[in-house]
């Protein structure tokens, strides 16, 4: 091994040591070169019981002439009911909150005028109908750090629409970094998006010399779920897609006296469904967008699960 490779070797180490206290290892996959539909699926791994709750909010309607002032319908999974960590609009643009603790934002908590990280996903979901059209804004974020339940919101974003555009989106020493298209269908936490693209080619699958890990660190959890989704066949049957994104969320859940796997969420944008598994109860719920009546939803929103 060469003094750079061991250089690299040993900043991946450290990245994975400052991860560690904050045991946050979610998965984020997104089947983007399905020619059917538009799947992803997201796993929740944390240290406790972020006490997740589903909430509809209703489209508001301009009332001035000012940009960017309607609101869409939306569904929101939320944690310590403060956070929208994964949701789905009536537009069909779809969004997962992940951990990433390197991350720095463009604004203070002092900024009256940025967005509190907290509210960034809640915010892009409300705001926009597709990637193109959040991206296109995207230059003009002011994002601040906030803090959940004692938790430093640091975080990175994945986003999808209908049409099969996604990206991911991360804050790095205040600059905004934006892969987008093709190949990006996968998110899990530290280090840097750019930097686990770097490390797939160490693996004989990716053209290295290594094998496939084992570990559940993210930097593994990242080789074998891009490995995975590079192997999975799509159909033309919605359940036949939907079991194989589930099976890539399973084989990346974790289950340690540390952190365990909460839930798994999968959405079909292409149809307009949430789907929302508790691994603990097992209690399975779904929820069609479609058949929402969101005239009935109070401006401040309705919680459907769980319902009290």
Excluded at 60 to 69: M, Q, R, V, Y
Excluded at 94 to 123: F, M, Q, R
Aim: glycine fraction near 6%.
């Amino acid at each position: 091994m060469t003094f750079i490779e061991h250089f690299r070797a040993l900043v991946f180490f450290l990245i994975l040591c400052i991860e560690a206290p904050y045991v946050f290892s979610c998965t984020c996959v997104f089947w983007w070169d399905n020619p059917y539909e538009c799947i992803a699926g997201r796993t929740m791994d944390w240290m406790e019981d972020t006490h997740p709750e589903i909430w509809v909010y209703p489209p508001i309607p301009k009332i001035s002439n000012e940009s960017n002032s309607y609101h869409y319908g939306m569904l929101a999974l939320t944690a310590y009911n403060d956070i929208t960590v994964d949701g789905l609009n009536e537009k069909g643009l779809a969004g997962h909150v992940l951990y990433l603790g390197a991350t720095t934002y463009n604004a203070s908590c002092e900024d009256s005028t940025a967005i509190p990280s907290k509210n960034w996903l809640h915010s892009i979901l409300q705001s926009y109908a597709s990637v193109a059209e959040a991206l296109d804004h995207a230059p003009y974020w002011r994002i601040s750090p906030s803090i959940v339940s004692g938790h430093d919101i640091n975080i990175h974003l994945a986003l999808e629409d209908k049409t099969g555009d996604n990206a991911i989106l991360e804050y790095k020493e205040g600059i905004l970094h934006i892969f987008r298209g093709c190949g990006h269908g996968v998110l899990t936490n530290a280090p840097f998006y750019d930097e686990h693209l770097s490390h797939l080619g160490k693996y004989t699958v990716f053209g290295g010399t290594e094998a496939l890990p084992h570990d559940n660190h993210s930097t593994d959890r990242f080789v074998k779920t891009t490995y995975g989704l590079s192997q999975i066949v799509p159909s033309h049957e919605t359940s036949d897609n939907s079991k194989q994104i589930q099976k890539l969320l399973m084989d990346v859940s974790v289950h340690t006296h540390e952190k365990k796997t909460y839930y798994h969420t999968l959405t079909n944008i292409s149809k307009n469904t949430f789907f929302f598994h508790d691994l603990i109860s097992d209690n399975q719920q779904t929820f069609f967008m479609d058949a929402v009546d969101f005239k009935s939803i109070p401006t401040q929103g309705k919680k459907l699960y769980p319902l009290e």
